[in-house]
């Protein structure tokens, strides 16, 4: 068990990849169980700091899978620095709904929104250095790094999202019993 012992304030970091940052409002559900939380850890890098690179941390959060390189770049940044990582949400877990275009031909995907979908004048695929190329595939993040556990959902709920992380904090293995356990 990756249980994370308690004898002064965690570090929590969390990032979000290919997601849709639907698991960080999630998060927020916690409402006033965030006070508590602050409590007990302080926030690394986040959506919810202006910490631009992960620091040594206890627990890492992360949502959303693969699809680019810059994607794959904060993840093993997070890897190397988080302790505990938890993939959560479907996209982190199992690439979620924007794997569904796996499927498709990424050049010809990139063609039709930029070049000939409706409405485009004299379009052109984004080619500016400063943006991270598109992978061929969206991936879930266990292919590219190793991960300590997995929260599903899409996304989880606050309270799964509380229960898993009050089990971490606390030293138990967290489990998320019915119902808070769900895959929708
Ligand atoms: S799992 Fe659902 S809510 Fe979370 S990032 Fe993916 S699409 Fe958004």
Redesign the pocket.
């Known amino acids: 068990m990756n249980a994370v012992p308690q004898s002064r304030k965690l570090r929590l970091a969390t990032t979000?990849l290919a997601?849709?940052?639907?698991?960080h409002?999630?998060f927020l559900d916690i409402d006033e169980r965030l006070l508590e939380l602050l409590e007990r850890v302080e926030f690394d890098r986040s959506p919810l700091t202006d910490i631009k690179t992960c620091g040594p941390c206890d627990i890492g959060l992360v949502?959303?899978?693969i699809c680019n390189a810059e994607n794959i770049h904060v993840l093993q940044e997070f890897r190397r620095n988080c302790k505990v990582l938890i993939a959560?949400?479907?996209?982190?877990?199992n690439g979620?709904?924007?794997a569904q275009r796996n499927h498709l031909d990424l050049g010809r995907c990139l063609q039709e929104v930029y070049l000939t979908g409706p409405g485009i004048v004299n379009g052109q695929v984004p080619n500016d250095p400063e943006l991270p190329l598109p992978l061929d595939k969206v991936h879930p993040i266990h292919e590219i790094v190793r991960i300590d556990y997995f929260i599903p959902?899409?996304?989880p709920s606050g309270d799964a999202i509380w229960k898993f992380l009050t089990d971490l904090l606390d030293g138990r293995t967290p489990r998320l019993g019915h119902p808070l356990l769900h895959f929708d």
Do not use: H, Q
Request: with cysteine; glycine share 30%.
């Open positions: 979000s997601g849709c940052f639907g698991c409002m999630a949502e959303g899978g959560i949400g479907a996209c982190a877990v979620g709904l924007p959902g899409c996304p």
